[in-house]
């Protein structure tokens, strides 16, 4: 299923949606493609604002969400900010009428939005229905038994389709399990084409306009191939003969070759160069003054998060950037190690240590240099270290750490911030929802890039897929714009294990 969008006047005030409907029984009258649609407390969570977003059907809220949310309204987190949202949203909604609250609130797209109590639970006579539900489900305080045993009293009530809408996979099974229909809320999901694969487009010319575009450095090209292309897509030019040529389509038809410098120039560090075609296209978007949001999608090893970082140093040193902020979700694979000590940055460490593992490699420290200027400002308790020189190892990030250059940024701080004139890499984005990726976006201050990394195959949060992640929805959204581009990754250049790994496990 997909849910319809949010209608024009989304956030109308609620005196502009008084309107009721006359009895429980009369919601839809006639108009059978109507239907009521049951929300469980993940979608809410999901989206504060989903109630909105049914067009016109109806939406039931259980009083029994109700108390869900308020398990979690307390929390500093963002579903505790997302749980607050919908309690203020629906006050808003309802305006304090009660009668509203039982019978209906219209919505701008001409349905209903209510909370539904669960008569089937306070019933003397019990229906047969009602008889095996309770024999199934004999656990009546289960909340999601609850809201399940709702939506079958909505359902025996009126002849519309009565659809649960869940992300809980769990719950989807026990509704289908007595006969409910269930369906996941899609509002936010991309079409299953736009991460089924990573490959980029090739695009066939003849051998002529190849040796055209390879001397003026730009090519015309209108077909019916190229008409779907999006501003700032990176292609792949073909003259067949299994050649290729990477390309930045600049809209209308119109190709402009990568403009990469011979080699990605660290004065402190290693050198870099593009390894492959689509490193080529990722490192043109990532240097690109024109482009403040590059999107991009790699399997392990494929150097999304090195090419990244890179340039972010190389910008750096060319004073394009005040400095690097780097972070990424804090969502664990598997068990956790439970709390973390330390500072700030301290406590991100572990999170960021693929960052920190670019920076090993690009700046490779100095023992002799390192160690000679520390040795000088060293106490006698210092010399007395056991590793021999007296002087602890320092990491060749630290001193970047140190003067400010590079920041640790938890994304759970960083509401209501404004970030100017920095370049911001955020790793393992696939782990976001859509809220969470729209606020690191709109925290984006004039002079500032952001560049979002992962893989939507790898995903360990619980409140995503592959198809309603924060970085596909990203993506999605913003393709076609002139300040944003999109990569796809896929040849792995971390080693021949990491490749076999990533491709046939």
């Known amino acids: ?22 009895t429980p029984d009369s919601l839809n009258g006639s108009r059978t493609r109507i239907k009521n649609y049951v929300l469980d407390t993940n979608v809410l969570l999901h989206d504060p604002h989903s109630v909105y977003r049914f067009a016109e059907n109806h939406v039931w809220i259980p009083i029994d969400v109700l108390t869900e949310l308020d ?4 929390e500093q987190t963002e579903r505790g900010t997302n749980a607050r949202t919908v309690h203020r949203f629906l006050s808003r909604c309802f305006h304090q009428n009660s009668k509203l609250v039982m019978h209906g609130a219209k919505t701008p797209g001409g349905g209903t939005i209510r909370i539904a109590v669960n008569e089937f639970l306070t019933a003397e006579r019990l229906s047969e229905e009602l008889r095996r539900f309770r024999h199934i489900f004999q656990d009546l305080n289960n909340l999601d038994n609850r809201i399940l045993a709702l939506c079958l009293y909505v359902k025996s009530r009126h ?8 992300k809980d996979l769990n719950m989807q099974l026990k509704a289908l399990a007595i006969g409910l229909e269930t369906q996941d809320y899609e509002n936010d999901k991309v079409e299953a084409t736009d991460v089924e694969g990573y490959e980029q487009r090739t695009i066939e010319i003849d051998h002529h306009a190849l040796q055209r575009f390879a001397s003026s450095r730009q090519l015309t090209h209108r077909t019916k ?34 403009d990469l410098p011979h080699v990605l120039a660290n004065p402190r560090g290693l050198h870099l160069k593009p390894l492959n075609l689509g490193q080529q296209c990722l490192l043109d978007a990532l240097l690109n003054p024109d482009i403040a949001l590059v999107t991009c999608y790699g399997q392990a090893g494929t150097g999304k998060t090195l090419l990244a970082v890179a340039a972010g140093l190389h910008l750096f040193w060319s004073k394009i950037f005040s400095g690097l902020t780097v972070s990424r979700p804090v969502v664990a694979m598997g068990e956790t190690l ?34 000679g200027k520390r040795h000088r400002k060293a106490g006698p308790a210092e010399g007395s270290s056991t590793n021999g020189t007296g002087i602890p190892p320092v990491k060749p990030y630290a001193q970047l750490i140190e003067q400010g250059v590079v920041e640790i940024e938890a994304l759970c701080y960083i509401r209501g911030r404004s970030i100017p004139n920095r370049y911001f890499v955020l790793d393992e ?15 984006m201050s004039k002079g500032s890039k952001l560049v979002m990394v992962g893989d939507p195959a790898q995903i360990d949060n619980p409140y995503v897929d592959s198809r309603s992640n924060g970085l596909v929805y990203t993506r999605n959204r913003l393709k076609g714009q002139s300040i944003t581009a999109h990569v796809c990754l896929t040849k792995g250049e971390r080693s021949p294990l990491a490749e076999a790994g990533a491709t046939l496990m």
């Open 338 to 371: 439970g709390f973390l000590p330390g500072t700030l940055n301290e406590k991100m460490k572990p999170w960021l240590q693929s960052i920190y593992d670019a920076f090993e490699l690009l700046l490779p420290s100095n023992p002799t240099t390192d160690l």
């Open 1 to 22: 299923m997909h849910i319809p969008e949010d209608q024009p006047g989304l956030f109308q005030e609620p005196a502009r949606q008084s309107h009721l409907s006359r």
């Open 429 to 443: 984005a696939q782990q976001l929802t859509p809220l969470e990726a729209k606020t690191v976006i709109t925290r």
């Open 159 to 166: 002849a519309e389709r009565t659809i649960l809408i869940t």
């Open 71 to 74: 398990h979690f309204k307390n």
């Open 225 to 258: 191939e190229t008409a779907g292309l999006h501003l700032n897509e990176y292609v792949f030019l073909s003259a067949g003969d299994n050649k290729l040529v990477a390309a930045r389509h600049a809209g209308d038809g119109l190709f402009r070759r990568l």
